[in-house]
Structures are given as structure tokens and as C-alpha cells.
């Protein structure tokens, strides 16, 4: 398999993370021809992409799906499959720092940090074929990889072919922003996008945000 560039490659670059990759962008993929007309071109292979595409692929319509980056989107890659399994690991170990509360041994010492992100990335790889480009091949999803530019009201353009649809479906989310705060470019900073490929526990951690996705990152890492 050839190496991936960023922004495909996740460090640590390991089997798990490799496997990853290979079920969301695998290297070695080879785009359908374009039909003459879709009835549904769906732009974004996240949550909301994925089930449109699927949900309409199901029903008998002829679907195109468009993703850039790697297939799950932001759920399975940087969102609700890391995030639950670090607040899961982070629980075990508070609930075995704390078993005197209710009567139970007392661990000592701290969880192992670099252990828990083997899990998570383990837990991560092991369903990533649900989201695969494959997988939605075989669901009669026509899967194109590449970057998406619609040219005309019924016409989008990907890796040098033209699709043209009836209706379009535009489900490409949100990328991470870093506020510009002064001298946070100095000091360097995790977004959702980087944070999951830590493989040592910081000293210390400053949460800026207090969404979902920061309360869930502040409560796991303070346990």
C-alpha cells in the first residue's frame, strides 16, 4: 500500500490507524465511470452523507457519493467513536482511584494513558469497514474520492469526471477553527482534528470551549 498524505496519514502511524485509512480512503481505490444522471449526488462521507446516500440507494435511486477526506466523517474518526472510548477509559480509571466510596480496592497510581489510546484507535479501526468506501459500494452507492466543485445547477465535477444529478445533498460539516487568540500560534494547539493522536498524557491541558465536544475532552483527561 503507498504511504498517504495529510491529510490521510494519522500519527501514530501504526497497524490500527493504518487499517483505518484503508477502510476510509483506501490508497488503492478506483472511482466508478459517472452514469449519465444521478438521481441524488451526496457531497460529504459523514454521518448525514451516509445515511442520505444509503437511505436513498435503498429505496431504488441511482446515488453518487463524493468524499474528500476519509469516509465516517468527524463520528468515527474524530468524534463519537474516540471520544467514547477515552470517557470510557477515563471512567474506569476514576472509578478504581475512588472505590472507597463504595467499599471497593483502591488502585493506586495513574491509568495508562498510551494504553487507552491503543483502544481507542483498536476499537475505531475494528468498525470502520460500517463506513467504508466498500461498503457503500456494495449498498449501490456509487463512491467517488476527491474533492467535489459543482460547475453548473445540475452538475458537480470529481477527479476529472462530470456528474450530473437531479437533486444534491451538500452534507460537508465543519473543519476544527482556532480562535485567534494572541500568540496561540506560538504555542501550539490540539483541535477534535489532532488531539486523539496523543500517545503520552500532557502535564497539563487547557480546554477552550465549553460545547460537547470540550466538556467531554475536559472530564477525560482530568480523570
Known amino acids: 500500500m503507498s504511504e498517504p498524505t495529510a491529510p490521510l496519514r494519522i500519527e501514530p ?8 485509512v484503508a477502510q476510509a480512503h483506501p490508497a488503492s481505490w478506483q472511482n466508478p465511470t459517472a452514469r449519465d444522471r444521478y438521481n441524488l449526488v451526496v457531497v460529504g462521507g459523514g454521518t448525514a452523507g451516509l445515511v442520505s446516500a444509503a437511505g436513498a440507494a435503498g429505496l ?4 453518487a457519493l463524493i468524499e474528500m477526506h476519509r469516509m465516517g466523517g468527524d ?9 467514547k472510548a477515552l ?3 477515563a471512567r474506569s480509571v476514576k472509578d478504581a482511584t475512588s472505590g472507597a466510596e463504595l467499599g ?3 488502585a493506586e497510581g495513574p491509568g495508562d494513558f498510551s494504553r487507552a489510546m491503543e483502544r481507542m484507535r483498536r476499537l475505531r479501526a475494528g468498525i470502520s469497514h460500517h463506513d467504508s468506501a466498500a461498503r457503500f459500494r456494495d449498498l449501490g452507492v456509487d463512491v467517488f474520492l476527491g474533492r467535489a466543485r459543482f460547475v453548473a445547477a445540475d452538475a458537480v465535477e470529481v477527479a476529472g469526471q462530470r ?8 452534507a460537508t460539516g465543519a473543519r476544527a477553527l482556532v480562535p485567534p487568540i494572541p500568540g496561540v500560534k506560538e504555542v501550539g494547539v490540539l483541535t477534535n482534528e489532532t488531539i486523539f493522536e496523543l500517545t503520552e498524557l500532557p502535564e497539563s491541558l487547557l480546554v477552550i470551549g465549553g460545547g460537547p465536544i470540550g466538556c467531554e475532552l475536559a472530564q477525560a483527561f482530568a480523570r
Do not use: H
Open 13 to 20: 502511524w501504526d497497524e490500527l490507524n493504518r487499517e483505518l
Open 87 to 89: 470517557l470510557r477509559a
Open 60 to 63: 431504488g435511486a441511482r446515488v
Open 163 to 170: 456528474l450530473e444529478y437531479k437533486r444534491a445533498v451538500i
Open 104 to 106: 471497593a480496592p483502591v
Open 75 to 83: 463520528c468515527l474518526n474524530f468524534g463519537c467513536v474516540p471520544s
